[in-house]
T-cell receptor
Framework: QKEVEQNSGPLSVPEGAIASLNCTYS??????FFWYRQYSGKSPELIMF????GDKEDGRFTAQLNKASQYVSLLIRDSQPSDSATYLC?????????????FGQGTTLQVKP | EPEVTQTPSHQVTQMGQEVILRCVPI?????FYWYRQILGQKVEFLVS????????KSEIFDDQFSVERPDGSNFTLKIRSTKLEDSAMYFC?????????????FGPGTRLTVT
C-alpha cells in the first residue's frame, strides 16, 4: 500500500516565526509532490508543487524535496494567523499515468498572534 | 482566474436514492478527477477521466458509482444507490495535460449527507 505520512499536529507557532511541515512517502518511484492548504470545511487549495530534488521558493513558502530519503517538506516564513489551516501533502503515484494523487492525513498549523 | 465549480454545495438524500454531483472543470483542462473526504479523514482518490473514458479508478469506485462528461463542460459523478457510508465531501479536480504540469485544481466540493 503506497502511503503518504504526515504528523497530524497541531503544530503551533507564534506569529512571524517559521513553520516547518514534513511529509514522508513510501513509493520510491514517485516524481511529483504537492502541498495543499485546506481551511476547515473548504476544499484543498494548491500552494506549492515540486518535481526535482532541492528547494523551490514562492513568496513566503519553500518546498524541499529529498527523493533519496523520501521526504518532502514545506517551510512557511513569517507565519501569519491567516496561515492557520491544515496542510496536505500529496504525491503523484510513480506507477500512475493518470495523475492520481495520494494524500497524507494533513498537519494542522496554528499561528498564534 | 479560471476555477473549478461544483453543484450543489450540499446534497441531502435518503439511503438507497440516486444522486448526481456536478462539476465544471477549468475550460482548457483535459484530465478530470473525483476525490472524496469523509469527515476527519484523508482525501481519497475515486476516479480519473481522460479522453471521454475512465483512466483509473480506486477500490472505492465500485459498480454503484459512474462518471460522465455529457457535454463539453460538465463532468458528473453518479451514485446509484446511496449508503450511509457515502456521506462525505466530494471534490472534483482538473489538470491541464500530461506533458509537464501535473498540478490539480480542486473545486469547492459537494457535501453529501445520506440519511
Amino acid at each position: 500500500q503506497k502511503e503518504v505520512e504526515q504528523n497530524s499536529g497541531p503544530l503551533s507557532v507564534p506569529e512571524g516565526a517559521i513553520a516547518s511541515l514534513n511529509c514522508t512517502y513510501s513509493d520510491r518511484g514517485s516524481q511529483s509532490f504537492f502541498w495543499y492548504r485546506q481551511y476547515s470545511g473548504k476544499s484543498p487549495e494548491l500552494i506549492m508543487f515540486i518535481y526535482s530534488n532541492g528547494d523551490k521558493e514562492d513568496g513566503r513558502f519553500t518546498a524541499q524535496l529529498n527523493k533519496a530519503s523520501q521526504y518532502v517538506s514545506l517551510l512557511i516564513r513569517d507565519s501569519q494567523p491567516s496561515d492557520s489551516a491544515t496542510y496536505l501533502c500529496a504525491v503523484k503515484g510513480g506507477s500512475s499515468n493518470t495523475g492520481k494523487l495520494i494524500f497524507g492525513q494533513g498537519t494542522t498549523l496554528q499561528v498564534k498572534p | 482566474e479560471p476555477e473549478v465549480t461544483q453543484t450543489p454545495s450540499h446534497q441531502v438524500t435518503q439511503m438507497g436514492q440516486e444522486v448526481i454531483l456536478r462539476c465544471v472543470p477549468i475550460s482548457n483542462h483535459l484530465y478530470f478527477y473525483w476525490y472524496r473526504q469523509i469527515l476527519g479523514q484523508k482525501v481519497e482518490f475515486l476516479v480519473s477521466f481522460y479522453n471521454n473514458e475512465i483512466s483509473e479508478k480506486s477500490e472505492i469506485f465500485d459498480d454503484q458509482f459512474s462518471v460522465e462528461r455529457p457535454d463539453g463542460s460538465n463532468f458528473t459523478l453518479k451514485i446509484r444507490s446511496t449508503k450511509l457510508e457515502d456521506s462525505a465531501m466530494y471534490f472534483c479536480a482538473s489538470r491541464y495535460s500530461s506533458g509537464g504540469g501535473h498540478e490539480q485544481y480542486f473545486g469547492p466540493g459537494t457535501r453529501l449527507t445520506v440519511t
